[in-house]
Antibody
């Protein structure tokens, strides 16, 4: 069974940093591109970033470029999102999703709240 | 960037009725790389349709995706009580991936 479990969310002040993790199981992690998608409270879905199987290519939403960094550790079946210079409008549930096209598998999400 | 506009914003129907949801793209979607998702409160989205018309694993055949180019439709032939939710379209033909703003399908 495919499982994606996010962690690392929480409350942070504007300008602060957080590192999200996604633990994957039930499939060969190193065979798949991986993505982060977020959803602000009461709002729609927004793609944030995705990363190639070997980490050699990374793509970002314009509003997070230079502030967020996606990475992966295939030996540990893990995906990461380092978030720096956080802003109030980064507040959202962050989902880890398998693939970079149509997302068949999603985690349960981790809530990031940016507030003073 | 491909902007996806969904209509209507809210659709009020009764169980057993037919639902037709629209997704219009600001430019042609490459190779009809378009997906539909269902999301219920407090849950992650669930993939329904990919490549515009292919049902994902385990999705009932009352869900049908159609369309090409810039105009896409999700049809639910006979609404079941569990179908009332928010539906999103998403393209994946280029970066950035983008989602529509969603259609809220509510019980009338």
């Amino acid at each position: 069974e495919v499982q994606l479990v996010e962690s690392g969310g929480g409350l942070v002040q504007p300008g602060g940093s957080l590192r999200l993790s996604c633990a994957a199981s039930g499939f060969t992690f190193g065979d798949y591109w991986m993505s982060w998608v977020r959803q602000a409270p009461g709002k729609g879905l927004e793609w944030v970033a995705h990363i190639k199987v070997d980490g050699s290519e990374k793509y970002y939403l314009d509003s997070v470029k230079g502030r967020f960094a996606i990475s992966r550790d295939n030996a540990k079946n893990s995906l990461f999102l380092q978030m720096n210079s956080l802003r109030v409008d980064d507040t959202a549930v962050y989902y880890c999703a398998r693939g970079a096209a149509a997302f068949e598998y999603w985690g349960q999400g981790t809530l990031v709240t940016v507030s003073s | 960037e491909v902007v996806l506009t969904q209509s209507p914003g809210t659709l009020s129907l009764s169980p057993g009725e037919r639902a037709t949801l629209s997704c219009r793209a600001s430019q042609s979607v490459t190779r009809n790389f378009l997906a539909w998702y269902q999301q219920k409160p407090g849950q992650a989205p669930r993939l329904l349709i990919y490549d515009a018309s292919i049902r994902a694993t385990g999705i009932p055949d009352r869900f049908t995706g159609s369309g090409s180019g810039t105009d896409f439709t999700l049809t639910i032939s006979r609404l079941e009580p569990e179908d009332f939710a928010v539906y999103y379209c998403q393209h994946y033909g280029s970066s950035p991936r983008t989602f529509g703003q969603g259609t809220n399908l509510e019980i009338k």
